[in-house]
């Protein structure tokens, strides 16, 4: 049996485009204060898989095009591999909202991944993101979820009044690897001072 720790990609690994705009070219990606060596901790031998899972709706828009984000998530992964990270899989949804099953908080990019893996458990996974449809589609998986968010705890506040299981929190995907949310036997935590 195998496991995988699921990453958001925007908002998680790096710095999110403004509302209602993308990350369209390398040169606009910006990885996140810390987002490298968190990665760089969560790899290595016996350790859960590294798999991104990412909405990209602005290639179903028109605004950017497929090879595009293809060509970001390439050099993304190749910086990342040379700084000692290592990402298994990288899975794009590329549709509209309602038009698919992949969408988060669709779990389509989930068992895609249990497709090619079919030792993987969803089950014993981790789901990390910065927004209400990772939590719930990482709920649906009967993962453990960790949110990714600076804003005073509003996010994790509106997953609860939805009914939504956030198992850790902090600022950044640093500070859950600091606190060791990721490690066998540890207890879930709030950190960096959000609200539970």
Same mark, same amino acid.
């Given at each position: @049996?195998?496991? =995988?720790?699921?990453?958001?990609?925007?908002?998680?690994?790096?710095? /999110?485009?403004?509302?209602?705009?993308?990350?369209?070219?390398?040169?606009?990606?910006?990885?996140? #204060?810390?987002?490298?060596?968190?990665?760089?901790?969560?790899?290595?031998?016996?350790?859960?898989?590294?798999?991104?899972?990412?909405?990209?709706?602005?290639?179903?828009?028109?605004?950017?095009?497929? =090879?595009?984000?293809?060509?970001?998530?390439?050099? @993304?992964?190749?910086?990342?591999?040379?700084?000692? =990270?290592?990402?298994?899989?990288?899975?794009? !949804? #590329?549709?509209? /909202?309602? @038009? !698919?099953? !992949?969408? /988060?908080?669709?779990?389509? @990019?989930?068992?895609?991944?249990?497709?090619?893996?079919?030792?993987?458990?969803?089950?014993?996974?981790?789901?990390?993101?910065?927004?209400? =449809? &990772?939590?719930?589609?990482?709920?649906?998986?009967?993962?453990?979820?960790?949110?990714?968010?600076? &804003?005073?705890?509003?996010?994790?506040?509106?997953?609860?009044?939805?009914?939504?299981?956030?198992?850790?929190?902090?600022?950044?995907?640093?500070?859950?690897?600091?606190?060791?949310?990721?490690?066998?036997?540890?207890? &879930?935590?709030?950190?960096?001072?959000? #609200?539970?």
């Amino acid at each position: @049996m195998s496991e =995988a720790i699921f990453l958001d990609r925007d908002g998680v690994i790096n710095r /999110k485009a403004a509302e209602g705009s993308y990350v369209r070219t390398w040169q606009e990606f910006e990885f996140l #204060p810390g987002a490298i060596e968190a990665l760089r901790r969560l790899t290595g031998p016996g350790r859960p898989s590294l798999i991104v899972v990412t909405n990209q709706r602005g290639i179903a828009r028109g605004l950017v095009t497929r =090879a595009a984000v293809d060509d970001i998530h390439q050099r @993304m992964a190749t910086e990342l591999r040379a700084a000692g =990270a290592v990402i298994a899989r990288i899975l794009v !949804c #590329p549709h509209e /909202k309602g @038009m !698919c099953a !992949c969408r /988060k908080p669709g779990i389509g @990019m989930f068992l895609e991944a249990q497709r090619e893996d079919p030792l993987l458990v969803l089950e014993e996974s981790a789901v990390v993101g910065d927004s209400l =449809a &990772d939590l719930e589609a990482g709920n649906r998986l009967g993962a453990r979820t960790f949110l990714v968010a600076s &804003d005073g705890g509003t996010t994790a506040a509106a997953a609860r009044t939805r009914g939504l299981t956030v198992h850790g929190q902090a600022a950044s995907l640093l500070e859950l690897v600091e606190a060791g949310v990721f490690e066998d036997g540890v207890e &879930d935590v709030v950190v960096a001072g959000v #609200p539970g």
